[in-house]
């Protein structure tokens, strides 16, 4: 038989496993990683390097020098390194048994840059109720999510549920279009995985055991035999893309409708200020700006005298100082995005920048701050003051009937009288 079956690469799994301190030692690690690829795994990255993920307790030796793999196999990539793992590997040799640890087991050893992600997270019928709810909010609340849109009283139709489910035999689509559910549609850095580690694993039992913090262990009653029913969150960026259509669609169908999305998840504007440290590196932040989806419609240099620096920071007579003593010049950027003002405090990061580096590295704050003083970057959170800072900064630009995308570039670029943009 010459038949080859291609397999799909969408269909492969990811998952980590790391080699411990004791196997390596004992040499073992050259033949750990053979007979991963000879069950069919394919190696996506490896490092070798003493074990620093305090937060990850492994039951292994992680005393010493690891070997820490990302691998790539089948559909059942979990189950076959369960049942390769008794006889076949090292017993100092870890693998992440479900999706959930895999997520958690990458971001720890493998961290990733991340950018601003949306996904869907909704809560079954049984569970929608004020008590639960309150968890749910409190929750994506703690680990800052932006909530674009909610719906505490979602009648899914089944077409919706469906289109929902449609890579997922395992949920019961009547079960979820049976009564009223909640549904979320979410943003922050690195939103999808984040959202499945919010989630947690997937029965009742090991969420409560192992990620007691997690949706499906705060919410899931004795009577639950399988958390997974009772939160559903994307998996992928591809599949938030297409959740979020299927949430939104009002007639029930389930098919994207572009006019839908935008009317739920309304494009809105934001001002940002680049204080006079990271004014020579303006095109890196405008591109990690359009990195996290921000369309940048124009920029203006902005010279502050003391009494103007006065005027913007009126709380703050230390920065005041110091913008208006730094070469006087700022750079402002005129931004927009789907609830710009949200996503835009998620991605500033905290005010210190040394605070931001150790809990929010991936914010631009960590990235261009230096100190509390000079943090690198302003920018006004609500729409009174984003309203003023248009009218004082972009006086050509009106921010309720100013278009998204290149055309809004085009028309600002056109009206500006000596515009940076």
Same mark, same amino acid.
């Given at each position: 038989?010459?038949?080859?079956?291609?397999?799909?690469?969408?269909?492969?799994?990811?998952?980590?496993?790391?080699?411990?301190?004791?196997?390596?030692?004992?040499?073992?690690? +050259?033949?750990?990683? %053979? /007979?991963?690829?000879?069950?069919?795994?394919?190696?996506?990255?490896?490092?070798? #390097?003493?074990?620093?993920?305090?937060?990850?307790?492994?039951?292994?030796?992680?005393?010493?020098?690891?070997?820490?793999?990302?691998? #790539?196999?089948?559909?059942?990539?979990?189950?076959?390194?369960?049942?390769?793992?008794?006889?076949?590997?090292?017993?100092?040799?870890?693998?992440?048994?479900?999706?959930?640890?895999?997520? /958690?087991?990458?971001?720890?050893?493998?961290?990733?840059?991340?950018?601003?992600?949306?996904?869907?997270?909704?809560?079954?019928?049984?569970? !929608?109720?004020?008590?639960?709810?309150?968890?749910? %909010?409190?929750?994506?609340?703690?680990?800052?999510?932006?909530?674009?849109?909610? +719906?505490?009283?979602?009648?899914?139709?089944?077409?919706?549920?469906?289109?929902?489910?449609?890579?997922?035999?395992?949920?019961?689509?009547?079960?979820?279009?049976?009564?009223?559910?909640?549904?979320?549609?979410?943003?922050?850095? =690195?939103?999808?995985?984040? =959202?499945?580690?919010?989630?947690?694993? !997937?029965?009742?039992?090991?969420? @409560?055991?192992?990620?007691?913090?997690?949706?499906?262990?705060?919410?899931?009653?004795?009577?639950?035999?399988?958390?997974?029913?009772?939160?559903?969150?994307?998996?992928?960026?591809?599949?938030? %893309?297409?959740?979020?259509? $299927?949430?939104?669609?009002?007639?029930?169908?389930? %098919?994207?409708?572009?006019?839908?999305?935008?009317?739920?998840?309304?494009?809105?504007? =934001?001002?940002?200020?680049?204080?006079?440290?990271?004014?020579?590196?303006?095109? /890196?932040?405008?591109?990690?700006?359009?990195?996290?989806?921000?369309?940048?419609?124009?920029?203006?240099?902005?010279?502050?005298?003391?009494?103007?620096?006065?005027?913007?920071?009126?709380? +703050?007579?230390?920065?005041?100082?110091?913008?208006?003593?730094?070469?006087?010049?700022?750079?402002?950027?005129?931004?927009?995005?789907?609830?710009?003002?949200?996503?835009?405090?998620?991605?500033?990061?905290?005010?210190?920048?040394?605070?931001?580096?150790?809990?929010?590295?991936?914010?631009? *704050?960590?990235?261009?701050?230096?100190?509390?003083?000079?943090?690198?970057? /302003?920018?006004?959170?609500?729409?009174?003051?984003?309203? *003023?800072?248009? @009218?004082?900064?972009?006086?050509?630009?009106?921010?309720?009937?100013?278009?998204?995308?290149? @055309?809004?570039?085009?028309?600002?670029?056109? $009206?500006?009288?000596? =515009?940076? $943009?």
């Amino acid at each position: 038989d010459n038949t080859i079956t291609i397999m799909s690469i969408a269909s492969f799994v990811e998952t980590v496993v790391v080699i411990g301190a004791s196997a390596v030692r004992r040499g073992q690690v +050259d033949a750990t990683v %053979e /007979r991963i690829k000879e069950a069919g795994f394919l190696l996506v990255d490896r490092h070798q #390097k003493p074990f620093q993920a305090s937060g990850l307790d492994l039951p292994i030796d992680t005393n010493g020098v690891v070997v820490s793999l990302v691998v #790539k196999g089948p559909a059942d990539a979990f189950s076959v390194l369960a049942k390769i793992a008794p006889t076949e590997l090292d017993e100092d040799v870890y693998f992440s048994p479900e999706t959930y640890f895999a997520l /958690r087991d990458r971001a720890a050893l493998f961290p990733m840059p991340q950018v601003l992600e949306r996904t869907v997270v909704l809560v079954h019928p049984a569970h !929608n109720n004020d008590e639960q709810i309150a968890v749910v %909010e409190r929750a994506l609340a703690d680990h800052d999510f932006v909530v674009l849109h909610s +719906d505490k009283d979602a009648k899914l139709s089944p077409h919706q549920v469906a289109s929902l489910f449609m890579h997922d035999d395992e949920k019961d689509p009547a079960d979820w279009s049976s009564g009223a559910a909640a549904v979320y549609v979410v943003e922050r850095l =690195g939103g999808v995985a984040h =959202g499945q580690l919010l989630a947690g694993p !997937n029965t009742v039992a090991v969420a @409560r055991a192992r990620a007691p913090q997690s949706l499906r262990a705060l919410l899931a009653s004795a009577d639950d035999e399988d958390a997974e029913h009772v939160v559903h969150v994307s998996t992928s960026v591809e599949n938030a %893309e297409h959740d979020i259509a $299927a949430v939104l669609s009002s007639d029930g169908s389930g %098919e994207r409708k572009e006019a839908e999305t935008s009317k739920a998840l309304p494009v809105t504007h =934001g001002v940002v200020l680049l204080l006079p440290d990271v004014v020579s590196e303006w095109h /890196r932040v405008q591109y990690e700006l359009e990195r996290h989806g921000f369309t940048i419609i124009a920029s203006e240099r902005v010279y502050m005298s003391k009494q103007r620096a006065s005027e913007y920071f009126p709380l +703050d007579d230390a920065l005041a100082a110091h913008v208006s003593a730094s070469g006087n010049e700022l750079k402002a950027l005129l931004v927009s995005k789907a609830c710009a003002l949200e996503t835009l405090r998620v991605v500033l990061g905290p005010d210190d920048p040394e605070v931001a580096r150790q809990t929010h590295p991936e914010s631009l *704050r960590a990235k261009f701050g230096t100190d509390a003083l000079r943090n690198g970057l /302003r920018a006004p959170l609500d729409m009174s003051s984003t309203r *003023r800072y248009v @009218r004082d900064l972009f006086p050509y630009a009106k921010i309720d009937t100013v278009p998204v995308g290149h @055309r809004a570039i085009d028309r600002v670029m056109h $009206a500006a009288p000596d =515009g940076d $943009a």
